[in-house]
């Protein structure tokens, strides 16, 4: 069993176009993280989601945004892609309650924008 | 702001020596912290955490802690080349919960 999974796990798209990466974790966590990871492997946080609250976002375009169904999904919407998205995005998850436990990552979305 | 800050490197080092990776971090009120690997076109994996000064040792793998200094780091002994992968130190605080990760340290043990 996947713990975190994430798809599809690669993405090719056209300047513009409006996508959406799909996470799902199987754990029993309550918050669950979008990262991005640029090419010189700088994971950075875009998203947090605790309860379905939005904990912070950080610095991130409004053209992304998370949708939390339930507390074992967190998808991300991304509107009018641009060159600049193609990255890898890592879905992550976490015990809320226990800050001394590790986030357990999805196998990540390579997002390439042409 | 957070930070987290580490020697982007790479660092190579041979067969069966000590590597060690060095973390520094801003947020004085930081309370976890942890050792990912990643491979590339993988995923993090934890492979040691660490919450108390000191030394915490895991097979081949010791993380040390100086609070005092704000500095975190890990030593692998034996290095071997499926060592060879990119650390990444993170770091949480007791106010946001949220993992804030360093650049990573590309490591490169050759035979």
């Known amino acids: 069993d996947t713990a975190v999974s994430q798809t599809p796990k690669y993405l090719v798209t056209q300047m513009g176009n409006d996508k959406s990466i799909k996470c799902e974790q199987n754990?029993?966590?309550?918050?669950m993280y979008w990262y991005k990871q640029d090419s010189k492997k700088f994971l950075k946080i875009m998203f947090s989601?605790?309860?379905?609250?939005?904990?912070i976002n950080e610095t991130v375009p409004n053209r992304f945004s998370p949708k939390s169904p339930d507390k074992a999904h967190l998808n991300l919407h991304i509107n009018s892609l641009e060159l600049g998205d193609s990255a890898v995005y890592f879905c992550?998850?976490?015990?809320?309650?226990?800050?001394?436990?590790?986030?357990?990552f999805g196998q990540g979305t390579r997002l390439t924008v042409v | 702001q957070k930070e987290v800050e580490q020697n982007s490197g790479p660092l190579s080092v041979p067969e069966g020596a000590i590597a060690s990776l060095n973390c520094t971090y801003s947020d004085r009120v930081s309370q976890s912290f942890f050792w990912y690997r990643q491979y590339s076109g993988k995923s993090p994996e934890l492979i040691m955490s660490?919450?108390?000064?000191g030394d915490k040792e895991d097979g081949r793998f010791t993380a040390q802690l100086n609070k005092a200094s704000q500095y975190v780091s890990l030593l692998i002994r034996d290095s071997q080349p499926s060592d060879s992968a990119t650390y990444l130190c993170?770091?949480?605080?007791?106010?946001?919960?949220?993992?804030?990760f360093g650049r990573g340290t590309s490591l490169i043990v050759h035979p």
């Open positions: 989601y605790n309860n379905k609250e939005l904990i």
């Open positions: 754990l029993g966590h309550d918050t």
């Open positions: 992550a998850s976490s015990p809320y309650d226990r800050q001394n436990t590790e986030a357990f």
């Open positions: 660490i919450y108390s000064n």
């Open positions: 993170a770091v949480r605080s007791g106010g946001s919960y949220i993992p804030t």
